[in-house]
Every structure is written in C-alpha cells, then in structure tokens.
C-alpha cells in the first residue's frame, strides 16, 4: 500500500501541494487526475525521491519512504513526463544500465530486455543511439526500464505525451495486464479519457489540495447525479476550489 | 537593427532575472563569488608586479626582453582566446537551442550570427579577459603610467582581442564548408594539427632562449632597455601580439609616433577581420547551419554500433551499480569527441611538460633563491596541470548527469557510493598523472625531495579534485551538455580561482623548506628533515579539510530537489 500522509511541498511562499492524504491499495489501478500546475508531477516527484516534502510523509507498506530511500526506491518503477535518457547510449545499452542500478545480473536482465523489446514493440531500434529516437520510441525505453526490476509499484507521469494511438493502446494494455497482477499503479494525468478507460480509482488535485478521491463508479455516479459529461464535471470539480 | 536591439535587450532581461533571484544561498553564492573574482583580480594584480620587478631587477633582462617575453605570452593568449572561440562558437551557432527559435521567426541568419558572436566572443573570453586586464593594472602602476597611456593600451588591447575572436568565427565557418567535402573528422584532426604546428613553428622561429642568448652575446656593447628589433625574425613583427607589446614598450619609452603606428594597425586587423567575419557570416552562415545537420543527420545514419570491450553485456567482476555507472561514463565519455580531443591534447601536453622537465636538475646553481624560484615555479606548472585536468573532467561531472538524473535519483543508488562510482576512474587517471609529474620533475633532486614532493603533489591533487567537484555541485547545471561550456563557465572560473588560492597557499608553505634544502646542499651543510614535516603537517591538515568540505559540498548538491 501506498500513503500519502500530510504530505506538503512549498516552493518559498507558494504551495505546490498541500497536506494531502491519499491511500492507494495493491492493484489499484490509481488516476491522479487534475488540470496543469495542480500538484500532480511535484506529488509524484515526492514519491519517488526527486523532491523533498516540506512536511509529513510518504509509506510504502508502513516503511517511509524519505527514511528508507534505497529499500523503498527497489521497489518502485518510476516513468516521468519527459523521457531523458542519453543521447550517446543506445536503447540497449541504456535498459543495461537501469537494470545494473537494481542490482540485476546479467542473465536476467538479457531476458528481461528481450522481454520488453517484444512487448513495447521496439523492434531494431534498440540498438541504435536514442539521440535517434522519436519521443514516442524514448517513452518506450524509459517505460521498459521501468519494469525491468518487477517492481511492484509504478509511479507514472502522464504516460500519453507524445505518444501515437497504436502507442497509447499498447501502453494502456500494460498497465491494465500489470495491475491486474496486482502491480500497483500511480498515474498521474489530464487525460480524462484514459482516466474512465482504464482507472479502477481516481483522486482529482487542484491547486494542492485534493479535491476528490474515491472509486471510478463513485465518479460516474457523480457525472450521472449532475447529469454532465466527465469533461464537464471535471471542469465544475476544479472550478469550484 | 531594431530587431537586434530587441532580442538584446530580452537576452539582458532574461540574463539578469536568471542571476538576480534573491535567495540566501544565492547571496552567500554571489558574495563568495565577488570576493574570489576580487581577490584574484588583486591577486593578478600584484602578480604581474612582482614578476615585472623581478624580471627587470633581479635577474635584469632589460626593457626589450621583458616585452619580448610579453609579447609571446599574448601569443598563446591569442591562440587560446582564437580556439576557445572556435570551440564555443561551433556549440553556439550551430547546436543551440535559441538558434532554432530564432530561425523559425523572421530573423535574417546574419542578424542571428552577429547576436551569437556577440554572444559566445564574451563568454569564451571573459576570464582570460580579466586576468590579462588585472595583469595590465600591475603593469600600469609598475611603470607608472598616466590614465591616457592605460587608455591607450585598452585602445590597443580591445582590438587584439577582437582580433582572435573573428578569426575564430572564420575559421569555423571555413571549417564547416570543408567537412562537408573531407568530413568533419578529418578537418578537425587537419585544425588540431596545425595549431600545433604554428605553435611550434612559432617558438622554432621565436625561441626566446635564442633570443636571450643572441642579446646576451653583445653585453655591455648594447642596451637592454632600448628597441633591439635586428634581433627578432622579420615574420614576427608582423604578428599582431608583437604590435600590442610594442605598443605598451612605446608608451613606457614616450614614443608616440610609432606607438599610433602600431594602434593603427591592431585597429585595422580587427575591423578588418571582424568585415570579413560578418561577410562570410551573412553569406555562409545559414548554408553552413544547414550543411551542419546533414552532416550529422548523416553522420547519425552511417553509424555503425561497435561494442567496446566493456560492453554493458559482458561479465564483470564489478558490483551491479559500480559498474553500470562506471561503464555509462566511460561510453558517454568516448562518445563525445569534443571529450575525447581534449583529453588526447591535454595528454600530448603533459608528456611535452613532463619530457622538459625532467632533465632539470640544478638549475641556477650557485644561487638558491633562484633555484627555489625555478623549482618552485615547476611545481606550480604542475599543479596548474593537475588543476586544469580536473577542471575540465571533474568540474563537469555532476552537471553532464544531465536532465537523465532522474533514473539515477529515483533509483537505490546511495549519494556516497554514487559520489564514489563517479570519482574512482578519472581521479584515480589524474592521481597518477599527478605522481608522475611529480617524480619526473623530482627525480633528479634527489630522494628526500622526490618523497616529499610526491606527498604535497598527492594531498593537493585530491584537494584540487575535491574542490573542482564540489565546486561542480555548487554550480551544477543539468541542462547544458557541453562539457567544455560546463568548464568555462562562471562557476568553473570560481573554482579555478579557488585553485589557485590553495595552489599559492601551498608555494608560500614551501618555499621555506625547499629554499633551506636548496641552500643546505649549496653551502654543503647538514639539512634537517623536520623543516619538511613543518610544512608537510599544514598542508596535509588543510587539505584534508578541504577534501572533506567540498565532497561534502557535494554531496548536499546532489541531495537537493531536482
């Protein structure tokens, strides 16, 4: 399980995220929903290591995430909103050196690639340098290296940017695949059609603080008592702050 | 020229935000940076002074030399501002970010070129600028020179500089229409190799020993301190290094006419190469921009993935981690030609450095005040190599983790082992650079001074290392992948001037022991080894406080939000 506990994060006098509380449970399948600037990358940054909180804490399975950096970071597989890799390396010899990082052996990690290649579709663009790579083929490496170590949470950030349809499809089957193999996932987006499509359940943010989180059926119950479309009521959720 | 002004007066706003968010770390930042600029300036100041005095007084070259030796200092001087510009310029016009804004909108490509020329001559120069400018202060209040003569020597020193940044620009843009013929590879080795050889050539034709000697020969039949031109080859005085120390010779001597000779010249040279800069600019610019991406698109596409012998695929005895990091380095390293040029450079100066020195013995014997200064004077070359080594490899270490540090710092990878990972192969390669320095400029002064020597070399080595890495997380910036821009940066001036007060530091601690040493051997008296323990315990403690605040400093850099 994941849990957000008070969870603040200020940049001098602004607010970024404000002392939210979020539980996200083994297999859930977790949309993080909210407009630009609402908190969203800073929550996740937070998660993963990239930024320190202001106050309050992040659990793993009751083990804090801040005080157990290394224990914790094993665990997760993170795939941030801009793919940057490096430019030198090539898609293989990247993937090698993300396993290395978990400690991977050899024999492993050549399976494991092998295994990504395949179901990301990278085809022989593997060995090539990424200085090559569309954004779409960079989002794939950086998704593969995600899931080399089997981590059992995965922490994304907005996962569609720059992606093609066949791409997106293919990445939405994943997660739904992984989830269901009780992976947990933590996805932050603005795209609510992915939201409905594939989330079991949703927190929406907006200006740090959040302003819903339940199931994604107590969602459509909403959209149906308000008699609006998602885009509507996502509108009117966030508006009302 | 209205659209010029416009986007200038952008660049400044944006310039001037970026460097005045006020922060307490930023304010400590900026005052530390303000003393250090100041007390080197100072520094350089009285450096020039001193050097001044001890060249005309002490060993007594006379007028005419010392501008001699000053005129082959602006040699070097020019050939660096020259190559650095081309260096940057290549970054500048051809792989920047704001380029491809620019071209996008409706900018002529000339009017682009002109505010990246502008733009890379100030960069690429500006600490080379202020030393020499420091250093012409000393020489001004040395020879007590009026303000309209110090303007004068602005007025010839502006266009010298001028002079090497458009011939640099020249030369590139000549370079970028070649390499579409021979390739890029071959006209940068062909570049590579004929600065050597002016280099050489120049010191062939103007070797200042030669020249010495030459004058020294007709002592006392002529004085030292009047013009002795017959001495020098004819192709040198009409190199414009020689126009601006003749120039500052002119004004010492009152001798305007020919003074206003040689400025008119300096200022022709750099109008005239700056025309033909901005000629060439207006005309080959944008073809060249555009011959630049098909040579490295194509580049890109005929590029055969050769798998070195440490493959990330191949077993290794190495952890998981250690090895990954290890062997990204190493193929992020080799990759990189500006990385891999430089470093073969560097190498190929170094084993020149090490093939002078070490046949120097007793250098100045019979005087061990000058041989303290020689030996001393080798042992600040060495350090200045230890120091530019690091500065260029150590200095950008953090930064060139680039915006892909994400993966590393979202992954279980400790700071401590990573700051170890990141260190343990280019430190460990300028330590024996070090040592070896250290023992070929040694070995002949005999065992005890070899041994000490090597232990002062290894403790300032890790110093110099330890502050050029801390440094570099002080000032890491992860968006510029230039390893080259990263070492020329204002931080990288900041840590190379912290160098030399470390590097000073250290000279003025052992020049006691060394003099003594020097002296005891002169006169044939028994020499006592604790003067050298007097030094060496200083030294040592010193430095392993500077080894352990600046990796420290690091460390918090790396722990800080990214």
Known sequence: MLELKNLEKKFGNFVAVNKINLKINKGELFGFLGPNGAGKTTTIKMIVGLLSPTSGNIFLDDTNVWLKPTETKMRIGYIPDQPFVYDKLTGREYLYFCGGLYNLTKDVLKTKINEQIELLKIGSWIDKRTEEYSQGMRQRIVIASAFLHNPDFIIVDEPMIGLDPQSAFLVKRLFEEKAKNGITIFMSTHSLNVVEEICTHVSIINKGNIIFSDTIDKLHNLKKEKNNNFEELFIQLTNEE | ?562
């Open chain 2, 1 to 562: 020229m209205k659209q010029i002004v416009h986007i200038l007066k952008f660049k400044l706003i944006s310039y001037i935000r970026l460097e005045s968010r006020f922060t307490f770390g930023n304010l400590v930042k900026n005052l530390g940076s303000g003393l250090i600029y100041f007390a080197f300036a100072v520094g350089a100041f009285f450096f020039s002074q001193n050097l001044i005095r001890f060249l005309l007084v002490d060993i007594n070259v006379g007028l005419f030399l010392l501008h001699e030796f000053i005129s082959m200092i602006l040699f070097i001087f020019f050939m660096s501002v020259n190559l650095g510009n081309i260096i940057v310029s290549y970054s500048t016009l051809y792989k920047s970010n704001e380029v491809n804004f620019l071209l996008t909108k409706p900018v002529s490509p000339s009017k682009i070129f002109f505010l990246k020329f502008l733009d890379n001559f100030f960069y690429s120069s500006s600490t080379l600028l202020m030393v020499l400018l420091s250093m012409l202060a000393g020489y001004v209040v040395y020879f007590k020179i009026n303000v309209l003569g110090f303007l004068l020597l602005l007025v010839n020193f502006i266009p010298f500089m001028f002079s090497a940044g458009s011939l640099g620009v020249i030369i590139l843009l000549i370079i970028i229409r070649f390499a579409n013929k021979f390739g890029m590879r071959k006209v940068f080795a062909a570049l590579g190799v004929s600065y050597f050889f002016i280099i050489v050539l120049f010191f062939k034709i103007n070797s200042p020993l030669s020249l010495v000697s030459s004058i020294m020969k007709r002592y006392p039949f002529y004085d030292r301190d009047t013009y002795l031109g017959e001495f020098l080859p004819p192709i040198v005085k009409w190199l414009p290094n020689n126009w601006l120390s003749q120039s500052a010779y002119r004004i010492i001597k009152n001798d305007i006419p020919v003074l206003i000779g040689f400025t008119y010249m300096q200022i022709v040279l750099s109008i005239l190469l700056f025309s033909i800069a901005l000629y060439l600019g207006h005309r080959w610019y944008f073809k060249t921009w555009l011959l630049n991406s098909i040579i490295t698109s194509s580049q890109n596409a005929n590029r055969k993935i050769s798998k070195p012998f440490f493959a990330f695929e191949k077993i290794s005895t190495l952890k998981s981690q250690t090895e990954s990091i290890i062997k990204r380095d190493l193929l992020l390293f080799l990759r990189e030609p500006s990385q891999v040029i430089h470093s073969l450079v560097l190498l190929f100066l170094i084993v020149i450095f090490v093939l002078s020195v070490s046949g120097m013995k007793f250098v100045g014997f019979g005087n061990f005040y000058l041989q303290t200064i020689i030996y001393l004077s080798v042992f600040l070359f060495n350090l200045f190599f230890i120091s530019t080594l690091s500065l260029r490899f150590i200095f950008p270490l953090i930064s060139l983790e680039g915006l892909a540090y994400w993966k590393l710092k979202s992954a279980p990878v400790k700071i401590k082992s990573f700051i170890k990972y990141k260190l343990i192969v280019i430190s460990s390669i300028i330590l024996v650079i070090s040592t070896g320095l250290s023992f070929f400029s040694n070995y002949k002064f005999g065992f005890l001074l070899t041994i000490f020597s090597l232990t002062i070399t290894l403790f300032a080595a890790a110093a110099i290392i330890s502050i050029n890495f801390g440094m570099g997380g002080i000032f890491s910036n992860y968006k510029e992948k230039n390893a080259i821009r990263l070492s020329s940066s204002q931080g990288a001036t900041l840590s190379f001037l912290t160098n030399i007060v470390y590097m000073l530091f250290l000279i003025i601690l052992l020049f006691k022991p060394v003099s003594q040493l020097f002296l005891s051997i002169m006169i044939k008296e028994y020499f006592d080894v604790t003067v050298f323990l007097q030094a060496l315990i200083p030294i040592s403690i010193i430095s392993i406080i500077i080894i352990y605040t600046y990796l420290k400093i690091a460390y918090r850099s790396l722990q800080k939000d990214f």
